[in-house]
């Protein structure tokens, strides 16, 4: 199957369209609660222009998602240094990204009546690629329910120990207007613990309770009002881009955002320690977005199912390490829905 084509899954209330440029979401439409489809994620119209854009959209992110410091960690008595393309750190895999790599179309499943119900992708990464240690081999497999849930699951081996942490970059505005932005919508969160940032947006290494903060979403909070809060590590951060701590071990329930107005929600589950919740302080309209629109800043919202930032470089964060023998295996769940009445 070409690399470019886009693969779509449908069922009765939701269509997912996949592109094997990073294994990406290149779009989901849902329905409102008057029944009618819209497109809920924040991207590019074309395929080129998706494909010209730095901002990762739907795409999924590696060898190591998120920040590490200054680009270099050390493992069995070994320093390795990879690039630091954020600053003084390495972000979403520093110069040997996986979101900017074609993955090949190992697989795709379909149900019993032939249609298209998921695929899965394929990436091969070498020993020594962008800095890393270890030949790793990687897919991730899409799946898409008769009841429109979608998973994503992501396995990774490798023939060397190493380091991996992957997620998927989608931004989310269940408002299916594209000029809009995420500020009315509302987010609920089982995170009672946040990881604070330094001026280069790194973790810094300590986990604070959000008890009496504004990154307290256990309850449900706007977007709008947050972004809005005084607290430096909003206001002068140009919104949210924190590790938020999930409750719980295993395949669970993380998060609900909703869009009042059009009655569309989002429920997402993961077996990760931590979702990322960035409020895309950082989008431009460096390329075009969907219908017309454009990917300004707080356009979209991305909830990113991972590991803590930096992990290899703190002993206390859950370990990102993989060795010989072993598979790393993440989960992630999205279910759509609608409420029908405002």
């Known amino acids: 199957m070409p690399a470019a084509e886009i693969i779509e899954l449908e069922s ?37 222009d998706f494909y010209r854009n730095s901002a990762a959209f739907g795409a999924s992110c590696g060898r190591f998602a998120n920040r590490i410091a200054k680009g270099r960690f050390r493992l069995d008595g070994r ?18 990204a996986f979101h900017q790599r074609d993955w090949s179309v190992a697989e795709v499943d379909r149900d019993a009546e032939g249609r298209q119900c998921g695929v899965r992708f394929e990436l091969s990464s070498p020993d020594g690629d962008g800095g890393y240690p270890g030949a790793l081999q990687v897919s991730a497999h899409y799946q898409l329910s008769t009841d429109g849930q979608l998973s994503l699951t992501y396995f990774a081996t490798t023939d060397a120990a190493t380091v991996v942490n992957l997620t998927n970059h989608v931004y989310w505005n269940l408002s299916g207007v594209p000029s809009s932005n995420i500020r009315d919508h509302v987010l609920q969160m089982r995170a009672a613990e946040f990881l604070p940032i330094d001026s280069n947006y790194l973790a810094l290494g300590e986990r604070l309770p959000v008890d009496n903060t504004p990154f307290d979403f256990r309850r449900g909070a706007s977007l709008g009002d947050r972004l809005d809060h005084p607290d430096p590590q909003i206001a002068e951060m140009r919104g949210i881009d924190h590790a938020m701590v999930i409750e719980g071990e295993g395949l669970r329930s993380a998060l609900r955002l909703e869009h009042p107005v059009s009655g569309r929600w989002l429920e997402m589950q993961t077996d990760q320690p931590a979702v990322h919740l960035y409020t895309g302080g950082f989008l431009s309209d460096e390329v075009p977005g969907k219908a017309g629109g454009v990917t300004a800043p707080h356009a979209g919202v991305a909830l990113e199912s991972e590991n803590f930032p930096d992990a290899p470089n703190r002993p206390d964060f859950p370990s990102a390490e993989l060795r010989p023998g072993q598979r790393y295996l993440h989960r992630i769940v999205w279910r759509f829905g609608c409420d029908l009445e405002a």
Do not use: M, W
């Open 79 to 96: 320093d390795y240094q990879v690039a630091c393309n954020d600053g003084p750190n390495s972000l979403h895999g520093g110069d040997a």
């Open 12 to 48: 009765a209330t939701v269509k997912v369209r996949l592109v094997a440029r990073g294994a990406a979401i290149f779009g989901i439409e849902t329905l409102d609660r008057h029944g009618q489809p819209a497109e809920i994620t924040v991207g590019c119209e074309s395929l080129d």
